[in-house]
C-alpha cells in the first residue's frame, strides 16, 4: 500500500511538474512572441481614468455588456467551434474575387471616390486623391499562431500588400487579432503616413516599429484633422484584448469626413444606444461599412445580428450599408453565407440599398452600378469547384 501510495506521489509530482513546465512556456511564448503585441505602460493606464469609461484598469462599454457563458456552455461552444463542421460553416471552394492591377490603385484619378471590400472587415477607400485602409486584417491566419487559427477562405487577395501604393491612412477599430494583423502591419507601417487608432493601441504598433509620430490616438467623441480629413473616433459596444490582456485597449468605431463625402465604419459591435447617438451627431453617413458576421446569441452583446446590422445603418442615417465581418473567416457558428442571406433581407424589408459585392469588386460612391448579386447562392461557391478570379481594370 504504502509503494502504491508513494506511486501516486510520483505521478501527481510528475503532472505537476508537466503542467507547471507548460505554464511556464505559455507565459514565456505569449510575453517574448512580437505578434502578441504590448499593452500600454502603467502611466499611460493611469491617464485613462480621466476619459470616464476607464476603471479598475479596464475600459468599459457605454451600456452593461457581459460576456460570460459559465463553464458548461462554454465547453460546450469551444468544442463545437473546433469539432463540429455542420453545414456550410466553411464554402467548399475559395470565394470568388476580383484582381485588382497595381497601377490602376497607384494612378487612381483624385476625382473618382470607390471602395473595396477586401473580405472581413478589411477595406480600402479611395477618395479625392487619397487612400484609406480600415482594419487591414490580410493575412492568412485570423489567430497569433499558424494552423491553430482560423484560416482565410482564399489563399490570394485582390492584390497584395507588396503591390499596394502608398497609403495615406490605416484606421483600426481595436486590437483583435482579426482587426490588427502583425505581420500586415510589419508590411503596411513603411508605405503608411498615419496610423488613426482608439486609446491604447498605440502600443502595439510602436512595439511592431510603427513611428510614434505617425500615430494619432483618441478617445471616444475626439476628432483629428488631416490633409482636408476628418477622423472621427466614435463608441462601439465590444472589448478589446491579445494575449493575457484584456479591455487595457479602447474599442471604437470611426467616422471618416472628406470634402465630398462621409463614411461609417463600425469595427466589432454589439447593438446598443450609441448608433443612435452616432447619427444624432454626426448623420447623416453616404456609406456605413456595418459588421454582420461571426454572431451567436450567447455573445449577441458583443456581435450584432444581421437585423440588427441593418437597425443600427438606420440609427447612424446610413443611405447605402455594405455588409462587413464576413466571407474571410469561420469565427462562429452560423453557415458561412448567413450573414449575407440574412441582412440582404431585412434590408430589403426596409428599403435600405445594400452593396454585395464579390471580394475585391470596387463600389462607386456615386451610387452608381452598385454591385447587389447574390452571388453567394451560385453553386461554385458551396459545392467545391475552383472559383475563377477576374482581374479588374
Known sequence: ??????????????????????????????????QFGKSPSEEQQKAFAATGHFKDGKFENLIPTTLDLGFSKGVSVTFDMLFRKGPDREPGAPLPLKKIEPAVVA?????????????????????????????PMLGQYAG??????????????????????????????????DHLDHGSILKLKE?????????????????WGVKPENITELDWWQEAQHDGFTFI??????????????????????????ASQQLYFSGDSGYGPHFKEIGEKYGPM????????????????????PEETVQATLDVKGK??????????????????????????????????????????????DY??????????????VHGRQSTAVRVK
Not at 327 to 340: I, K, N, Q, V, Y
Request: proline residues 6%; charged residues 15%; hydrophobic residues 50%.
Open 107 to 135: 494612378n487612381r484619378a483624385p476625382d473618382i471616390a470607390r471602395l473595396t471590400w477586401f473580405g472581413h472587415s478589411a477595406c480600402l477607400l479611395e477618395i479625392d486623391g487619397k487612400k484609406i485602409l480600415f482594419d
Open 233 to 258: 473616433c466614435a463608441p462601439a459596444r465590444h472589448f478589446s484584448g491579445r494575449g493575457f490582456s484584456r479591455n487595457v485597449t479602447l474599442w471604437s468605431s470611426w467616422i471618416v469626413k472628406t
Open 191 to 207: 508605405k503608411t503616413g498615419r496610423f488613426y487608432v482608439p486609446l491604447g493601441v498605440a502600443a502595439h504598433l510602436i512595439s
Open 320 to 365: 447605402m450599408l455594405l455588409p462587413i465581418h464576413w466571407g474571410a473567416f469561420t469565427l462562429a457558428l452560423h453557415s458561412w453565407h448567413d450573414p449575407a442571406i440574412r441582412v440582404t433581407a431585412a434590408a430589403q424589408a426596409v428599403n435600405l440599398p445594400v452593396a454585395t459585392p464579390i471580394i475585391g469588386e470596387q463600389i462607386m460612391l
Open 368 to 381: 452608381k452600378n452598385v454591385p447587389q448579386s447574390k452571388w453567394w447562392m451560385r453553386e461554385s461557391t
Open 286 to 305: 453616404d456609406f456605413v461599412m456595418m459588421e454582420c458576421g461571426q454572431y451567436n446569441e450567447l455573445w449577441k452583446s458583443i456581435h450584432m445580428m
Open 1 to 34: 500500500m504504502k509503494r502504491f501510495l508513494k506511486i501516486l506521489k510520483m505521478i501527481g509530482l510528475t503532472l505537476g511538474g508537466i503542467i507547471l513546465l507548460l505554464i511556464i512556456i505559455t507565459v514565456a511564448f505569449v510575453n517574448l512572441s512580437p
Open 144 to 177: 497569433p499562431i499558424p494552423g491553430l487559427s482560423p484560416k482565410r477562405y482564399n489563399e490570394e487577395l485582390p492584390i497584395e500588400i507588396d503591390a499596394l501604393p502608398f497609403i495615406d491612412a490605416i484606421v483600426i477599430s481595436h486590437d483583435h487579432y
